[in-house]
């Protein structure tokens, strides 16, 4: 009977010490469940106060990064720059740079060059990424993208070597034919040979100071400040005038044709200037005895009417290949041909800049013997005009059209050199 009763007390004590831990297991499950739990790693654990303010307003690409690696927070740049894919940081040298920073809580910065997604061409992007510890869990990545500063200084350093190469060749020629002409002074002829070369190489010298003074004109100055209606026929016939000489001395016919009665909207010096220099470049790149025309039409696009002033000739045409640089600066297509012209091989380059600043573009269309036909497209000064004045901050180049077939100013039967 004793036996008996000792095992049904045993009994009870253990079905009180189980209902016990059954009971503490629900209620621990249930502050559990109300606990609030990891759902991701993307949005725990929380920014500090204010960081994603701040993360939102900065221009750099921010990337924040938890203890396991994972994307927290990460700006719209960040992935536009591919640096964040499927949750993850994609690139390894960041990656590695935010564990050590992680480890030992120093700030880090180094600067790479990353593949492009997307091109296809093997093109570098040039970004300075710095890497800094934000709070006790987190790390901050800050990445700046440097490819435009880096194009913009490679540029930079291009025109200055180039200036500086351009100017010391007419400037050693004078030098060299004045020692000559000093060691000529008893032979009138070779004086008077070496006086017409160093007129030549001033010539020279001065054309080229003057275009890098109007290159740097236009690419300072707003031409629409002091914009007003431009007639196209006065610019066609200034243009004419300009080369009258050279072409005359090739016996090369200048005819003008078109549309009449046309009006841009530009700064009038400027845009002489730029139809002056490809009805020159027309006029020193064409053989004796061809012609060189220049034609005006009225053109519809989506942003308003358009003014299109094609300058065609018959010279030696362009290549594939430098068609897609003759608007650099100091790029020739022919430097011996160009010595021999007088070229500095910075003309198109103030074409292209005065179109842009004005609100149109520049096209070329050019087969090898054939010749080529360069066309500016420029706003109507009435539409123009108008559009300024509604939307003064509106830029005008949001119509585009597709590139010019010379054929269509194919209108001059007969020479029509304007007076």
Known sequence: ??????????????????????????????????????????????????????????????????????????????????????????????????????????????????????????????????????????????????????????????????????????????????????????????VQRFAGRMQIEATRLTNLVQELIDLSRVQNDDPLEDAEPVRVDELVAEAIDRCRHQAGTKQITMAAGGTADLHVWGNRGQLAAALGNLVENAVNYSPARTRVGIAARRVSVSGGDMIELAVTDQGIGITDKDKERIFERFYRVDPARSRATGGTGLGLAIVKHVVASHGGEVTVWSAEGQGSTFTLRLPEAGAARDRAQQHPDLDEEDGQSPTPDPTAYETLSAPEVLP
């Not at 009994?11 to 009180?16: R, T």
């Not at 725990?44 to 203890?67: F, I, M, Q, W, Y």
């Not at 992007?125 to 990545?141: D, E, H, I, Q, T």
């Open 1 to 190: 009977m004793d036996v008996n009763a000792a095992v049904a007390a045993a009994a009870a004590i253990a079905g009180v010490l189980t209902g016990v831990i059954a009971m503490l297991a629900f209620r621990w499950s249930e502050r559990e469940q109300k606990r609030p739990t990891r759902t991701s790693l993307h949005t725990d654990p929380v920014l500090p106060p204010g960081v994603d303010t701040v993360l939102s307003v900065l221009r750099s690409s921010a990337v924040v990064l938890d203890e396991a690696d994972a994307v927290v927070k990460a700006s719209s740049a960040a992935y536009a720059l591919g640096l964040v894919r499927g949750g993850k940081l994609a690139v390894e040298p960041m990656l590695q740079m935010a564990r050590d920073t992680r480890r030992d809580g120093e700030i880090r910065q180094v600067e790479l060059d990353l593949p492009r997604r997307g091109t296809g061409r093997g093109e570098a992007l040039a970004v300075s990424a710095r890497v800094a510890p934000l709070g006790s869990r987190l790390v901050l990545l800050l990445v700046e993208d440097l490819t435009e500063a880096r194009r913009i200084e490679a540029v930079r350093r291009d025109f200055v070597a180039n200036v500086s190469h351009e100017l010391k060749t007419p400037v050693g020629a004078l030098s060299l034919l004045s020692e000559a002409v000093m060691d000529a002074s008893d032979d009138p002829e070779a």
